[in-house]
C-alpha cells in the first residue's frame, strides 16, 4: 500500500479548535498520514478513534510520539471503548492482562513487555483524564494499581531468578516445622496512598519475615538480591517510552536512609521505627501498605509499629517538626528560579499533605476513623470529627484537585518529573488550556487569579492548623470544651433555630418564630441518650440545610410547621449515635430517610434487593453504579438506625425484640446488598449479570452475617465457593478458577472500596481453607477435602455457622449441607476436639483480651465464650441446627436436647443476650465498634441510660456478673481450670 492521500482523515478543522494545542495536533495529524499497515487503516476507518489519537498528543506530546514508536497501540486503543473505557481497572484485571501481554509477546524478554504494558495502560489513563471519564482520584488509584502489577510482576521474576540461583529461603515457624520466608515491597508515599501521579517516583521500604537460610546463602542476603534484582528491572529504559524508566525507586525512606541495609527483617525494622526513628520516618508509615509480596509479611511488621505511629498522645515534637519541615521546605523554594511549584510552593500539594498528616498525626490514636491514607477521604473524616470546619475541607479539597490536575498536565507534557509552572506567558497559556481554561479569553490571567485563590485558601488554613494562628485555634477549642454541659445544648439550640428561621426567610419552610423554634428543639431533645450530642448534630443540620438554600440547591423542601416537631425528634434521636458519622449521608438525603422511616420495617432481602437494584442505571460505569449502591444502602440502614435509636430506655424484654428485628432487617441488607453487588461484579468481568442464578457457585456467609445477627459495623464473613466440574456457559474460554477468582476480586472491591460514599462493609475471608493465603475462590472439592484433612477445630466450629446468601441457590444449599456433613465427620474423628478448642480459647483471651477494661467480646466470661460453648457441644453431640436462628435459640435447642443442663442453659441464654444488648448499643453510641466497656464516663452514662439502668455502677454490676456465670459454664464443659 502507498502513502495514504493528504484527505484519507478528511477534514478536522472544527476538532482541532477544541484542543489545547491546535497547530501541534495538526502537525501530528501529517505525522500519522506517515504511518503504515493496520494502525493507519483503522485511523482513516474510525473517526472517533483519530480524535482521541489526536487528544492524547494535544494534552501530552510525549505519549503522541509513544504512539508513533509503537503504533500497535493505536489498534489496540480502538478496542477500548464502551464499557473498557469507562471502568476503573482493578489491579486483578491488571494483573490478568499484563500476563497474557507478557505470554504473547515478551520473546523471553518480560522486562521489554512490562515496558510497553505500562506505556500501553498510560495511554488509556490519560485519555480517560483529558477527555473527562475519570475523576481525579480514579486517575490515581488506577495509576497506583498498575504500579502495583509492575512492581508484583517484577518481584515475580526477581524471586524465580534468585530462588533458581539459591534455592528458596527457609525459616522455622512457631511450631518448629520449616516453611517457606516471606518478603514484602512497602509502598509508602504517593503509591502508599493510592495516589500516585504519571511521573512519580515510588517510595519503597523492603521487610521480610523469617531468619534462615537457602541452603547456601542466609535469608537476608537472597531477599538483598532480589531487592537489587527487583529495582533495576524497574528501573529498566526501555524505547516503547522514548528511553524512560519504567519506575525510579527511591529507597530513602528505609531505616538509617542511604546508609541503611536495602532489606530488613521484620522486628528489627519495627524495633527502629519504635526507639530510632525520627518523627518524620514515623509520619511517612502513615500511607504504608504491601504493594507487592507477602501481605501478610506486611501485617507482622506494621501491627509492630502501628502503636508508634498513631497515640492516644501525639508523638512529642510531632506538629513542631511538620511545622519545621515546611519552613525548611519554603526557604529552598524561595532561592530556587523559575516558575511556582504546585508541589511544594506556598500553598501548595505539600501543605495540603502536612495538614491533614499533622492532624491525623494529633488526633489518629484517639480516632481511628480519621487514619485513613488518602487525602481526599482523610479531609473528610477531619471535617467529620470536626477537626476541620466544613469550609475549611471544601477550600481543601477544591486546591488539592485543581493542584493535582496542574500537576498532571505539567508531567504528561514530556513524561518528566515536574512540577514547575513555566515562565513564559505562551507556554503558561498552553498550561491553561490543559486544564480547562479553553474558552476563556485570557486563559493564562484566568489560570493565575485561581492559582492564587486556591494558595493563599491552603496557605490560610496552614497557619490556623500548623502557624501563627494555631495558639488561638487551639484556645478556641479548649474553650469549647470547658462549657458547662448545661450551657452547650442551649448553645446549639440557638444556632438551629436560628439556621431554620433564616431558611423561612428565604422561602423555604418551616417559617416559624425563633422562639417557637426553639421550643420545638428543646423537646425533641428531652428523649434523647445525649442531648449535648443531638443538640450538636440538629444544629449541624439546620446550618448545612441553610448553606443549601443560599447555594441556590434545589429539589428539597422541608416539612410545614405541623410535621417539623416530628422531623426533629427523629433527627434528635438519631444524631445521639456516634455511628451516624460512619455513615455518609448528606443534608438532603438525612432528611429523605428520616422522613420515609417507619416505626417498623420489612424484614426482606428481596424487599431490599429491589430498592438498591432501583438505583442502578445500565449505561453508567460500575464506578458510578458502586457509588449509587452506596447511597442506596447507607439511607436503607439510616432507617434501621432509627428504629434502633428509638428504642434506648425501654424494657430489656421489649429491647431484646427490636434488637433481633434489626439484626434480621440488617442481616437482610447485607444479603440484598451482596445479591447486588454480585450482579454487578459479574458484569464488570464482562459476564452477563443475568446469568448469576445460573453459574453454580455461591456466597457463603458466616459469622454474624451466617447467624442472622448482623449489627451496625459488622464485617462480612465471606467464603465463595463453586462447583469446579460444571461446564460454565456464556463466560468465555475461562476456566472455572479464572472465572470465580475474577469475580470474587471484583465483588470484594465493590463492597469494601472507600470513596467519597463511603463504602459498604469490611470484607473478612480469613475463614476460607488456607486463610490469608488461600485463594479466594474455592471449588466445592477443594473445601470439602480441606475441611476434612487439613482444618482446624476452631475452623470446624466456626463453618457451623456457615449458609448460602447470595449465589446459585440450589448450589449453595448443597454446598452447605455437604460442609456441614463433612464438618461432624471431620469433628468425629477429632479425638482432641475438647483439648484444641480449649486452647485455642485460651490463646485468643491471651491476644485479644490485654487490656485491664472487661472485654465483652473476647475476654472470659465474653460472647466468644458462648460461641465456643455452643459449637463444641454441637460438634461433640452432633446437632444439627439452622444457623439463620440465631444464638439464643441454638441455647434453646442445646438445653432441651440434653447438651445443657437448665442451670448452664439459662446462664448462657441471659448472659448472651445481655453482652449482645451492650454490644448493640456501644456500637450505636460509639464512634466504632469496640470490644471493651468504655473508660470514658460520658459513655458509660450513655450506656447505662440507653440500657435502662439507673446508675453506672448497676451496669458494670450486671455486665461482671453475666461474664462471671457464662465463664464458669465454658470452664466446666471444656474443662478449663
Known sequence: ????????????????????????????????????????????????????????????????????????????????????LDRVKTAEQMAEELARFSARTAGGNEIAAAAVFKIREMVRIYLRDCAGIATLSEITEELSNLADVILRFTLMLALTEEERLHGAPLTRDERGRTANAEMAVVALGKLGCRELNYASDVDLLFVYTGRGNTGDISNKDFFTRVAERLVRMAGTRHESSGGTPIYRTDLRLRPYGRDGDLVWEASRAAEYYRSKAQNWERQALIRARASAGSQAAFETFFEMVRGSIFRPDVLPGSMHDVRRAKEKIDRREAARPGGFNVKLGVGGIREIEFIAQALQLEHGGREPWVRSAQTLILLARLAEKRLLSESERARLSAAYSFLRTVEHRLQMEHGAQTHSLPATNERLTLLARKCGYIDSADPASEFQRDLKRHTLAVRSIFNSVLGEQREDRAAQRQSHEALEPGQEPDRFIRRAALALEKLGSQGQRPQMAFEDLTLTITEALKTTVNPVRSARGVAAWAESMESLAGSGEAGFELPNKSELPSLLRDLAVVSGSQYLSRIVVTPLALIEALTKAKSSFTISAPSFARELSAVLDPDATLAANADALRRAHHRLALRILLHDMRQAGTAFELGWEALRSSNLAQTALAEAVLQVASGMALSSIGVDELLLPELPFAVIGMGRLGHAGMDHGSDLDLMIVYDGGAPQQGVGARSSDELFTSFASSLIRILSAVTREGFLYSVDMRLRPEGKHGAVAQSLSGLL?????????????????????????????????????????????????????????????????????????????????????????????????????????????????????????????????????????????????????????????????????????????????????????????????
Open 1 to 84: 500500500m502507498g502513502p495514504m492521500a493528504v484527505d484519507e482523515f478528511g477534514e478536522i478543522d472544527s476538532f482541532l479548535n477544541t484542543l489545547p494545542d491546535p497547530a501541534a495536533a495538526l502537525l501530528f495529524r501529517t505525522k500519522l498520514l506517515e504511518l503504515a499497515g493496520k494502525p493507519r487503516e483503522r485511523l482513516a476507518a474510525n473517526r472517533v478513534l483519530l480524535y482521541r489519537v489526536l487528544l492524547i498528543q494535544s494534552y501530552s506530546p510525549f505519549l503522541g510520539e509513544a504512539l508513533l514508536r509503537n503504533p500497535e497501540l493505536i489498534t489496540w486503543l480502538e478496542e477500548q471503548s464502551g464499557p473498557k
Open 785 to 977: 477435602a480441606y475441611v476434612q484433612g487439613r482444618a482446624s477445630a476452631w475452623e470446624h466450629s466456626a463453618y457451623l455457622k456457615a449458609r448460602e446468601v447470595a449465589g446459585h441457590p440450589a448450589f449453595g444449599q448443597r454446598a452447605k449441607g455437604l460442609l456441614l456433613e463433612s464438618v461432624f465427620d471431620a469433628a468425629s474423628r477429632n479425638g482432641s476436639l475438647r483439648e484444641e478448642l480449649a486452647a485455642m480459647r485460651n490463646r485468643l483471651v491471651k491476644e485479644k483480651a490485654r487490656g485491664s477494661r472487661s472485654n465483652i467480646k473476647w475476654g472470659p466470661g465474653g460472647m466468644t465464650d458462648v460461641y465456643f460453648i455452643t459449637r463444641y457441644l454441637q460438634l461433640r453431640d452432633r446437632v444439627y441446627f439452622e444457623p439463620e436462628k440465631g444464638t439464643t435459640a441454638l441455647i434453646r435447642r442445646l438445653n432441651d436436647c440434653g447438651s445443657l443442663n437448665s442451670e448452664q442453659g439459662g446462664a448462657l441464654f441471659e448472659g448472651y443476650r445481655f453482652l449482645r444488648m451492650l454490644d448493640h448499643w456501644m456500637r450505636l453510641l460509639l464512634d466504632r465498634p469496640l470490644p471493651e466497656a468504655p473508660s470514658s464516663q460520658t459513655a458509660l452514662t450513655d450506656l447505662t441510660r440507653a440500657m435502662g439502668f439507673a446508675l453506672v455502677e448497676d451496669l458494670g454490676r450486671e455486665m461482671r456478673d453475666r461474664m462471671t456465670r457464662i465463664e464458669a459454664v465454658l470452664c466446666k464443659i471444656l474443662d478449663i481450670r
